[in-house]
Nanobody
Framework: QVQLVESGGGLVQAGGSLRLSCAAA????????MGWFRQAPGKEREFLGI???????STADSVKGRFTISRDNAKSTVYLQMNSLKVEDTAVYYC?????????????????WGQGTQVTVSS
């Protein structure tokens, strides 16, 4: 059974930082590309970036320079470091396992999702 468990969310002031973690189980983590998404109320799920199985990463232009993705294969965990947070970063953040070909930004390419962790940025 595949399990993805996000943690690290919370309330932070604008300009602050948070590091989200996503611990994975039930698959061969080193073979998986892991994506990060977020969804704000009333908005579509937004792609933030991906950690490829080989260790490289890609980050969406919307958060590039502020958000960084990394992974620790020994811990089967992928991270999302978020700096210079803005009020508009408020959302539920999800990690997911990419299981299909297609656009990395499309949620349909990911079959397994975590439960999400809330990030709230106050002004």
């Amino acid at each position: 059974q595949v399990q993805l468990v996000e943690s690290g969310g919370g309330l932070v002031q604008a300009g602050g930082s948070l590091r989200l973690s996503c611990a994975a189980a039930g698959r061969t983590f080193t073979s998986d590309a892991m994506g990060w998404f977020r969804q704000a109320p009333g908005k579509e799920r937004e792609f933030l970036g991906i950690s490829w199985s080989g260790g490289s990463t890609s980050t969406a232009d919307s958060v590039k320079g502020r958000f960084t993705i990394s992974r620790d294969n020994a811990k089967s965990t992928v991270y999302l470091q978020m700096n210079s947070l803005k009020v508009e970063d408020t959302a539920v953040y999800y990690c997911a396992v990419r299981t299909a070909f297609g656009s990395v930004w499309s949620p349909s390419a990911y079959a397994y999702w975590g439960q999400g962790t809330q990030v709230t940025v106050s002004s």
